[in-house]
């Protein structure tokens, strides 16, 4: 296998690159900057958005190596290329050649489909491909982006005609910025948490406006608020309010009660399980590593297309050739 899965995370088979190391680490290549695949590196390999939003969070990193999507880079013997992965601002797959040309791929996360916040992902021809399998599963197929937010949209308007208070929750960097352009493209005006208005502001900074209202304690008429799904960042409203987040577990039943919200709606940032399938037979790769979530189904399901395929994860590492292992998935917030 050209990687290899330690506990810092996923590491490039004899090199010192890693990928989305969650541990300080000497070289890293970060996909995006989603907490889960950020760590205070000695060097970190990334689009500017990315070490942009990355060190907002973590702090300044010693060497942050910017790259364009499709601009070469080279380290050890090794060339480094990025292309766009959708998902959130600045997220990037990178495909890494060896000497003796063989490509491997890390998706990061990733989802298809256009985004208004964030440049649509690509698919890169590659050897051996690494991909993410939050929800690589058979019953996570989700509905086109625009007709959910068209709901949504609507759903808002709905509350504030009968006098209460919308409330969306969403993960604060990336699916609150796309969801706020969204909502207001459907002539809707959203007030947000703080946290949410920082990283709006860092995405305007980089290019990309965001037009949200920072959520001064008190609600405006016709507003949509918007607030992180943590119940510890709910805000006082006076009168009626009505909640709903915004999430890929919205297709399961418990998607709403575990935020806390009346209703869930199935804005994902990630990859479907059709989506998956789909995105790994067009890159060509001869042999598929899954990892993350679903990790074990996706790869059954890979197998099933008539592609090499297995899945990487803390407990495969343990037994990694004894077939009766199976990983669970680890449930991620978005
Ligand atoms: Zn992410």
């Not at 689009?47 to 060190?55: A, R």
């Not at 050897?127 to 019953?139: A, I, M, N, R, Y």
């Not at 709910?234 to 009626?240: A, D, H, L, Y």
Request: hydrophobic fraction near 40%; proline fraction near 6%; include cysteine.
């Amino acid at each position: 296998m050209p990687v290899e899965w330690l506990k810092g995370g996923l590491k490039l088979q004899g090199s010192a690159l890693w990928f989305d190391a969650r541990r300080q680490s000497e070289v890293s290549f970060v996909s995006h900057a989603h907490t889960d695949h950020i760590a205070r590196h000695a060097r970190a390999i990334g689009t500017k958005e990315t070490l942009t939003l990355m060190q907002h969070r973590v702090g300044e990193v010693a060497e942050a190596v910017a790259l364009a999507y499709g601009e070469r880079f080279s380290f050890e013997a090794l060339s480094l290329e990025l292309f766009p992965a959708g998902h959130v601002l600045g997220a990037a797959q990178v495909r890494v050649t060896r000497p003796d040309g063989h490509r491997v791929v890390y998706t990061g996360d990733f989802s298809p489909g256009e985004f208004l916040t964030a440049r649509r992902a690509e698919v890169p021809a590659c050897d051996t491909l690494v991909v993410e399998s939050t929800f690589g599963h058979p019953k996570y197929r989700f509905p086109p982006r625009a007709q959910v937010y068209d709901e949504v949209a609507d759903w808002c308007r709905r509350q504030l005609e009968r006098g209460v208070r919308p409330l969306l929750l969403a993960y604060s960097l990336g699916k609150s910025q796309e969801s706020i352009q969204q909502l207001v493209a459907r002539g809707l005006r959203v007030t947000a948490h703080d946290s949410i208005h920082a990283i709006s502001s860092l995405y305007s900074a980089l290019g990309v406006p965001i037009d949200a209202r920072r959520f001064d304690g008190a609600f405006r008429e016709g507003e949509v608020g918007l607030f992180p799904p943590f119940a510890r960042h709910r805000p006082r409203v006076e009168g009626p309010v009505a909640t709903a987040v915004l999430t890929g577990w919205a297709l399961e039943p418990w998607g709403a009660g575990r935020a806390g919200a009346d209703l869930a709606f199935p804005v994902s940032d990630h990859a479907d399980y059709p989506s998956l399938l789909e995105f790994a037979r067009a890159t060509g790769a001869r042999e598929v590593i899954t990892l993350f979530g679903f990790a074990e189904e996706l790869a059954a399901g890979l197998r099933k297309e008539g592609l090499f395929a297995r899945a990487v994860s803390e407990r495969l590492q343990l037994d990694l050739f004894d077939a009766r292992v199976t990983p669970t998935p680890r449930a991620r917030r978005r």
